[in-house]
């Protein structure tokens, strides 16, 4: 039986080269540290480091909301890892507006790019390899509160609900080419940025939503996402393709 570290098989992605966006905090730092543990070779890319990106992962400093950002992070993974056989876009975000009607064309243009531009940019710059090779496993990670769009983040919602949209064609494209594609959509978890979220919510809002525990009784956190990605990236997953798993301890039921 493979020796297990931190809920990972340890070698379950030996010789595998990886690329998670937003890497450097929260949940993507989560999903770098699990893809290491799992034994993969992981490039992490973001705007700036933090102390949360290990030691032993590859950073690259590249503004994905950019083309010439993403061009950068292909350019790395290119040089660094020699080739990408695991994409993982966890990059996302976006500051609460004044409503639909009050949201300007550049931040709706910002939020598109950073929450779904920037998964379609770099998926396209790594998919040929991918092809050629007959294999590959890209996760996008979308949001749970895709459904229950409001509208101070109708922006987010609605970039990220085109991003679940997006995967599940793209899934069908590749399934030929052996290139499997899902999505991972978080709910409540406890980051920095989450919290920050939150507090700007129930500021707006003022209904206690943001403070409602889930009903799994507790916040996510971002090894919980990870454990989710990691899944999704091994073998264990080898028949699931355009798969939408939502990680959110029950907070926006589904019909």
């Known amino acids: 039986m493979a020796a297990v570290e931190n809920g990972s098989e340890k070698h379950a992605l030996a010789g595998k080269r990886a690329v998670v966006t937003g890497g450097s905090r929260g949940i993507g730092a989560g999903v770098v540290r699990h893809l290491l543990d799992a034994g993969a070779e992981v490039l992490a890319a973001a705007r700036s480091a933090t102390p949360e990106v290990p030691e032993k992962a590859h950073f690259v400093a590249a503004d994905l909301r950019t083309r010439e950002g993403i061009d950068a992070v292909a350019a790395s993974a290119r040089e660094v890892l020699g080739g990408v056989d695991i994409v993982v876009h966890?990059?996302?975000g976006a500051r609460a507006q004044d409503g639909a009607t009050g949201t300007p064309d550049e931040v709706w243009q910002d939020t598109l790019d950073l929450n779904l531009l920037a998964a379609v940019r770099l998926?396209?710059?790594v998919i040929p390899e991918m092809r050629e090779r007959g294999s590959g496993a890209i996760v996008h990670v979308s949001s749970a509160a895709t459904p229950v769009p409001g509208p101070y983040f109708l922006h987010y919602t609605a970039a990220k609900a085109a991003l679940e949209n997006y995967s599940r064609g793209l899934a069908t494209e590749?399934?030929?080419s052996g290139i499997r594609?899902?999505?991972v959509s978080p709910g409540r978890t406890a980051t920095p940025g989450g919290e920050a979220t939150r507090e700007e919510w129930a500021r707006l809002?003022?209904?206690?939503?943001?403070t409602a525990i889930p009903p799994l009784g507790r916040d996510g956190t971002p090894d919980d996402l990870a454990q989710a990605v990691l899944f999704l990236v091994s073998d264990r997953a080898s028949w699931i393709t355009s798969a939408h798993l939502v990680v959110d301890g029950g907070e926006f039921p589904r019909a």
Do not use: E
């Not at 809002?205 to 943001?210: C, K, R």
């Open 205 to 210: 809002y003022g209904d206690g939503t943001a």
């Open 174 to 176: 590749l399934a030929p």
């Open 181 to 183: 594609v899902n999505t």
């Open 123 to 125: 998926d396209r710059l």
């Open 90 to 92: 966890t990059a996302g």
